[in-house]
């Protein structure tokens, strides 16, 4: 099976600007999660998406959003980009979502923030 | 509320020995606990996962890790470092009473550095 793909792998952006990450879970999983990892604060939990409803939602402003696709591929948005919001984004799928499921980890998309 | 700590920023051991990465949790019921490797600029890597049964878990590469309920701690073992085991490592945590949603806690990560 493929594992969890993650596009695009680095992006730049400017302040004010917007971006939108992609992440396509392994076949058959239907909850998809998204982490911010930063060298400050570590892995912090963004919001997780299963059969296209957001279950749970981490303490970030409302400038970051998603959605979760029938196809349970998902996108997470980030308007009115600010510096700090350099960080590696990290997407985990699982079969479930339920609390014992392993989450399998895409490879991250590196974005920069100028 | 559920969280978990790594109390070292790096662990540094000699190649070909023992190595222990150290992780302990709270949570107001039963955990579910599980240990993740990151290598440089890639995403993290799932290990092993304790939910019920043997306090003692095997997983990849050769780690084991043992859960310690009255010590609410879940350390990271390996008898034998390979260089290539230098990487990142993550303790997570979920709360089996947290409605069996994906809301995971991570800990702040340890290096581990093996020395040839």
């Known amino acids: 099976k493929a594992g969890v793909t993650q596009t695009p792998r680095y992006l730049i952006k400017t302040r004010g600007q917007q971006v939108t990450l992609s992440c396509s879970p392994i076949s058959g999983h239907r909850s998809v999660s998204w982490y911010q990892q930063t060298p400050g604060q570590g892995l912090q939990f963004l919001f997780e998406y299963f059969s296209e409803t957001q279950r749970n939602k981490g303490n970030f402003p409302g400038r970051f959003s998603g959605r979760q696709f029938s196809n349970s591929r998902s996108e997470m948005n980030v308007s009115t980009l600010e510096l700090g919001d350099s960080a590696l984004y990290l997407c985990?799928?699982?079969?479930?979502?339920?609390?014992?499921?392993?989450?399998?980890f895409g490879p991250g998309t590196r974005l920069t923030v100028l | 509320a559920q969280s978990v700590a790594q109390p070292e920023d790096q662990v540094n051991v000699a190649e070909g020995n023992p190595l222990t990465v150290k992780c302990t949790y709270s949570?107001?019921?039963?955990?579910?606990l599980f240990w993740y490797v990151q290598y440089p600029n890639r995403g993290l890597q799932f290990l092993l996962k304790y939910i019920t049964g043997d306090n003692l878990v095997k997983g990849s590469y050769g780690f084991e890790a043992e859960f310690n309920k009255s010590q609410t701690s879940f350390h990271l073992k390996k008898p034998s470092a390979l260089v290539s085991d230098s990487a990142l490592y993550f303790c997570a945590v979920r709360d089996m009473n947290s409605g069996g949603y994906q809301k995971v806690t991570f800990g702040t990560g340890t290096k581990l550095q093996v020395i040839p």
């Open positions: 985990a799928s699982s079969s479930l979502g339920q609390s014992f499921d392993t989450q399998y």
């Open positions: 949570v107001s019921g039963n955990p579910y």
